[in-house]
């Protein structure tokens, strides 16, 4: 994905103290700008279409609804737009499910001021990324979950992280959309999950971490 020359921004919190700091954060960080701001889903979603946001800074609970729902939404009526949580909620299962409809990171408030704007700008590239607590919990459970897994299984661990579905990584291997079930679940067992949604995570997680890795001199 072409790089943006200035970045639109939207954020979403119905703190209005909390979206004004990260608005001034974002506004004073280099190729960035906040385009608009909204304490609620309703409002967020009438916004985005008159604003047309690249990325969205996302809280997870709204008082019409939460975060998941909003980025569910978003991606009907602005699908260009990508969608960051920031939150306070340092939960696995909240996690699994912003992955799941899309959103291309998670960040805790607590992380630096500077790291949402470098976050901003990654996930404005096209990357999914998620923050270093989060990577540090999720990749620490096991030292390397994929290694008993077949060629096969490992191509669809990764298509999975593209989030792709069933069917559609079946017609990429040419297999049956049972067939690709049958080695999900085989994946599932052999990494320690229970559910689609923590492969995706973990294969973002590890993404993140190669991202951040710095390149070979």
């Known amino acids: 994905m072409a790089e943006i020359p200035e970045i639109h921004v939207m954020i979403v919190d ?90 291309a990171a998670y960040l805790l408030k607590t992380v630096a001021g500077v790291e949402i704007a470098n976050v901003i700008k990654a996930v404005a590239m096209g990357r999914t990324l998620l923050d270093e607590r989060t990577v540090t919990r999720t990749t620490s459970k096991h030292a390397d979950p994929t290694a008993t897994l077949t060629p096969t299984e490992k191509k669809i661990l990764g298509l999975i992280g593209d989030g792709l579905s069933n069917r559609e990584i079946g017609d990429a291997l040419g297999v049956a959309e049972k067939t690709v079930k049958n080695h999900i679940t085989a994946l599932l067992s052999k990494m320690g999950l229970q559910r689609r949604t923590q492969v995706a995570a973990w294969v973002a997680s590890q993404r993140a971490v190669a991202w951040r890795q710095p390149a070979p001199r």
């Open 14 to 103: 119905d703190h209005e103290i909390v979206r004004r700091g990260i608005a001034e954060i974002v506004d004073r960080a280099d190729g960035l700008k906040v385009v608009a701001e909204a304490g609620s889903v309703g409002e967020a979603l009438s916004r985005a279409e008159l604003a047309a946001p690249h990325v969205v800074l996302v809280d997870l609970q709204l008082p019409d609804g939460t975060g998941i729902d909003l980025i569910r939404q978003l991606r009907l009526v602005i699908p260009s737009a990508r969608s960051v949580v920031l939150t306070s909620f340092d939960d696995d299962e909240a996690l699994a499910e912003a992955l799941e409809v899309g959103a």
